[in-house]
């Protein structure tokens, strides 16, 4: 028997007329946003629906209560958050119970490790994370040269800033050239040892990865039976444990 993929989407950010995107998480704004999703997708229902952000902060209550309904209705099968903190997922538990958390983790970005993993196993709350290879700069493929060169409105600058800037670019170098041998051990790239550190932990379910390119999508999919061994992940945390100090003393 064929298995049916997952559909999932989210709710939050609308397209405004001229160009340009707004936001909102007003209920009917929510309510309107997943029946043109059904209706775009040709779907009569969603399997995952996400809230894109928490913000504005105030209005999460009333949109959780419009993906609450669309359930009731059988628009939409489980809702999910995105980028939500602790205190903010306490607050929408109550009304509807969350099914999935999708916020930032990888090896450059491990605050969900320090509460947000255990909230998420406490209240049977998978994690899907994004930016598992930190927007390329755990992939190995940029130096110092294509950096500096980097135009001020690419995606890598403008949303991950950190990663690509003084002092966390040389760490992150630095960490990306000591991550090689671990990867190569096992005939890997560090695109997959990425992503495999990313899957090592039980909370999490799924990972969102990207690709601009037919290779890279295979590259991401075929390391369903790649699985870390405590040796490369002892070596990693080392890895990571130095670049945090490095940082620290900058």
Known sequence: MSEKPII???GRLIPQQGGGVGHSLKRDSITREIDASL????????DLYFLHWPIPDEDIEEAWVAIADAIKVGK??????????????KRIQSIHPIAALQSRYNMLS????????????ENNIGVVPWGPIGHGMLTGKFDRERVKNLDDNDGFRRNEA????????????????????????????????AIAWVLRRPEVTSAIVGGRKPSQVVENITISDYELSPADIDDIDSLLKERDQVLKSA
């Open 110 to 121: 491990r605050n969900l490790e320090y509460s947000e993993f255990l909230y998420c196993t």
């Open 8 to 10: 999932a989407t989210k």
């Open 39 to 46: 209706k775009r997708l040709g779907i009569n229902v969603i």
């Open 76 to 89: 939409v099968r489980y809702a999910a958050a995105s980028n939500f903190s602790v205190d903010q997922m």
């Open 162 to 193: 950190p990663y690509f800037k003084e002092p966390e670019f040389s760490a992150n170098f630095e960490l990306v050239e000591k991550l090689k041998p671990i990867a190569k051990r096992s005939n890997r790239s560090l695109t997959q040892l």
